[in-house]
């Protein structure tokens, strides 16, 4: 039973346009959301994260959105840069601060030059 | 400052034998987990401790076991080791307080012949 969804295994876009990486979950009571990038032979790097008191959150290139009615969330890379190229995992928590996070099973993000 | 140190990176193990990871957390986080990742899927959730003390246990046999120290680092242990296991094994750390995120070490790669 797969509760976090990343139904595009795979996407790729040019340098500088906007990367858009989609997650879907089943569980209502998942209320915090987060997205990691991940380099091969290297462990998950935090990006952003987001509470299901919010609708959006902003860092630099990277926005999260969350459609809480269609448990839906996304990132928005802005301006995509070779570098972005990894695989995207989304992950959701049904407490914030217990650290039992669901992950999906990523999106591998080719950005090309 | 010094992130999550795993060891030992890599491992090669024979079936039917035990093996122990070992994790360091970031200094001043008392809160450590592990999780599983094997290829093409995303991390599986092992085990959560903070304080020293089990606050959380995913869906894994009795084989897998861990335990975390006075000074916050972890073991994570797997007995009769089976094929199956091989894998990414990745400790994640976390501070205190609601909605900070965990932070992960390279990982412990795994391999059962």
């Known amino acids: 039973d797969q509760q976090v969804k990343q139904n595009s295994p795979s996407l790729s876009v040019q340098e500088g346009r906007i990367s858009i990486l989609n997650c879907d979950y089943t569980?209502?009571?998942?209320?915090?959301f987060l997205w990691y990038k991940k380099y091969p032979a290297e462990g998950p790097t935090f990006l952003i994260s987001?509470?299901?008191?919010?609708d959006k959150n902003e860092d630099g290139r990277f926005t999260v959105f969350l459609n809480k009615s269609a448990k839906h969330l996304s990132l928005h890379i802005v301006p995509s840069q070779p570098g972005d190229s990894a695989v995207y995992f989304c992950?959701?928590?049904?407490?914030?601060?217990?650290?039992?996070?669901?992950f999906g099973t990523g999106t591998r993000l080719k950005v090309l030059a | 400052d010094a992130g999550v140190t795993q060891s030992p990176t890599h491992l090669i193990k024979t079936r039917g034998q035990q093996v122990t990871l070992r994790c360091s957390p970031i200094?001043?986080?008392?809160?450590v987990s592990w999780y599983q990742q094997v290829l093409g899927q995303g991390p599986q959730f092992i085990f959560q401790y903070y304080e020293k003390e089990e606050r959380g246990r995913g869906n894994f046999p009795d084989r897998f076991s861990a335990r975390q120290f006075p000074n916050y680092s972890s073991e994570l242990n797997v007995n009769a080791l089976l094929l199956g296991d091989s894998a990414l094994y990745l400790c994640?750390?976390?501070?205190?307080?609601?909605?900070?995120?965990?932070?992960f070490g390279q990982g412990t790669r795994l391999t059962v012949v």
């Open positions: 200094s001043g986080h008392k809160s």
């Open positions: 569980n209502s009571m998942f209320d915090y």
């Open positions: 992950a959701a928590s049904a407490i914030i601060g217990t650290y039992k996070y669901i």
């Open positions: 994640a750390s976390s501070g205190q307080g609601q909605g900070t995120e965990a932070f």
């Open positions: 987001i509470s299901s008191i919010k």
